[in-house]
T-cell receptor, first 116, second 113 residues
Framework: GAVVSQHPSWVICKSGTSVKIECRSL??????MFWYRQFPKQSLMLMAT?????????EQGVEKDKFLINHASLTLSTLTVTSAHPEDSSFYIC????????????FGPGTRLTVT | GENVEQHPSTLSVQEGDSAVIKCTYS??????FPWYKQELGKRPQLIID?????GEKKDQRIAVTLNKTAKHFSLHITETQPEDSAVYFC????????????FGKGTTLSVSS
């Protein structure tokens, strides 16, 4: 149980284009989903927290107009990187929390984004 | 907000030795402290966790200790094996709705045979 998927697993895009990453909780309903970014040899940095049906809460320093987050249902959250630039190249990992718990966070497999 | 410091950043041990990784946190309201193991290009995997009402927890070769007064917790791996080589992250969180795990910067553990 508690499986989270991400799609795509990797993507290469050209500078200036937009990329959408999907995060799905497959066997539970996720009232809260989180997006992290991880640069090579660094830690997971929280980008934003999203609750189903409401606007995401972004961490300080994360541009909300550049990283659009939509949590349209209890099993799906999307992250759209708009007007991507090479410095946005990173490993993006989502996690989902079941509605029943405060602590549990189940991680997706991550999406490797490369912007050329 | 919460800030988690982790040391050391790299740790090299011989197979069979013990490894200890230490973390400190800043938010006294934090009450759940998990440890994750991450292999290159993969998602973090929860290996052990501890809640604030417990001082120590053990699972086979892995143990975690927590000192709430000092706001620090540690991961202990005994009888290390080459397959223990990975990046380990500590994290902290409070039991408030909507809060997220905040991670330390990670420790790269290398176990040589």
């Amino acid at each position: 149980g508690a499986v989270v998927s991400q799609h795509p697993s990797w993507v290469i895009c050209k500078s200036g284009t937009s990329v959408k990453i999907e995060c799905r909780s497959l066997d539970f309903q996720a009232t809260t989903m989180f997006w992290y970014r991880q640069f090579p040899k660094q830690s997971l940095m929280l980008m934003a927290t999203s609750n189903e049906g409401s606007k995401a809460t972004y961490e300080q320093g994360v541009e909300k107009d550049k990283f659009l987050i939509n949590h349209a249902s209890l099993t799906l959250s999307t992250l759209t990187v708009t007007s991507a630039h090479p410095e946005d190249s990173s490993f993006y990992i989502c996690s989902a929390r079941p509605g029943t718990g405060f602590y549990e966070q189940y991680f997706g497999p991550g999406t490797r984004l490369t912007v050329t | 907000g919460e800030n988690v410091e982790q040391h050391p950043s790299t740790l090299s041990v011989q197979e069979g030795d013990s490894a200890v990784i230490k973390c400190t946190y800043s938010d006294s309201a934090s009450n759940y402290f998990p440890w994750y193991k991450q292999e290159l290009g993969k998602r973090p995997q929860l290996i052990i966790d501890i809640r604030s009402n417990v001082g120590e927890k053990k699972d086979q070769r892995i143990a975690v200790t927590l000192n709430k007064t000092a706001k620090h917790f540690s991961l202990h791996i005994t009888e290390t094996q080459p397959e223990d080589s990975a990046v380990y992250f500590c994290a902290a969180i409070t039991n408030q709705a909507g809060t997220a795990l905040i991670f330390g910067k990670g420790t790269t553990l290398s176990v040589s045979s």
